[in-house]
Structure formats: structure tokens, C-alpha cells
């Protein structure tokens, strides 16, 4: 079973920056980022094309609520995906998990529907705390 193990998370405070990553036990067509706090649904907050053709390899999807604030980037020859986030608000506060999918990111609905449930994987979780 594929793998994938998140670090990175902690409490900061409010406007300071943060950088989650996750490292996955193999290569995955798509990976990003989710969060939940408590009492609120599950968002999608970035994803990537870390496999693909040309034309997806590196391409990037993000929440408007994190958009402009929040970059996803990868180190492919390590299975790796980060998660930098700047001027974090409390708001901000949940935990965060990372997530692959092996057929790819469905052109950024992937970040409302979550990985293929039969074949997609998902970290453990990574609990961020903003401060006001």
C-alpha cells in the first residue's frame, strides 16, 4: 500500500509563514492538500500534476481561499509535494492532510472530490494552530 507521510505542521502566529511536506512511498499522477477544523466539511486547498503528459506535469489547482497565499510545489525524484504557506490567518487553522491519487487531478475537481476512493491514498494529517 502506498504511503504517504506529512510533517511541517505547528502553531505559528497569525502573518508568519509555514511549510507542510509530504513524502510519498511511490510515484502518484496527483498530489496535494486538504484540511479540516472542526466543525466544517473537508476543502481542497492545492494539488499538482506530479506525473502526467507535458501538458499537466507541474500544473497546479488552489482553493480561492488559499489562492495568492499558499504555493504547492514538488521534488518529483523524491516523491515529494510541499504545501508553503504565507500570511496564515487563524482561520487557517485545521489538520491538514496530504492525499495521491495514481490517474491524475480531473482538472482541479479532484480538490472537491477528494482521491479515487479505490485507489486514491491519504496521510495521516498534520495539525496546523494560527494564532490571532
Known amino acids: 500500500q502506498v504511503r504517504l507521510v506529512e510533517s511541517g505542521g505547528g502553531s505559528v502566529p497569525e502573518g508568519s509563514s509555514l511549510t507542510l511536506s509530504c513524502v510519498a512511498s511511490?510515484?502518484?499522477?496527483?498530489m496535494g492538500w486538504f484540511r479540516q477544523a472542526p466543525g466544517k466539511e473537508r476543502e481542497g486547498l492545492a494539488a499538482?500534476?506530479?506525473?502526467?503528459?507535458?501538458?499537466?506535469?507541474?500544473?497546479?489547482y488552489y482553493a480561492d481561499s488559499v489562492k495568492g497565499r499558499f504555493n504547492i510545489s514538488q521534488d518529483n525524484a523524491k516523491n515529494t509535494v510541499h504545501l508553503q504557506m504565507n500570511s496564515v490567518k487563524p482561520d487557517d487553522t485545521a489538520m491538514y492532510y496530504c492525499?495521491?491519487?495514481?490517474?491524475?487531478?480531473?482538472?482541479?475537481?479532484?480538490?472537491?472530490?477528494?482521491?479515487?476512493?479505490?485507489?486514491?491514498?491519504w496521510g495521516q494529517g498534520t495539525q496546523v494552530n494560527v494564532s490571532g
Open positions: 492525499a495521491a491519487d495514481p490517474l491524475g487531478c480531473y482538472g482541479g475537481d479532484w480538490l472537491g472530490l477528494g482521491p479515487t476512493p479505490s485507489h486514491g491514498y
Open positions: 511511490e510515484s502518484m499522477a496527483c
Open positions: 499538482i500534476y506530479t506525473g502526467g503528459g507535458r501538458e499537466f506535469y507541474g500544473r497546479t
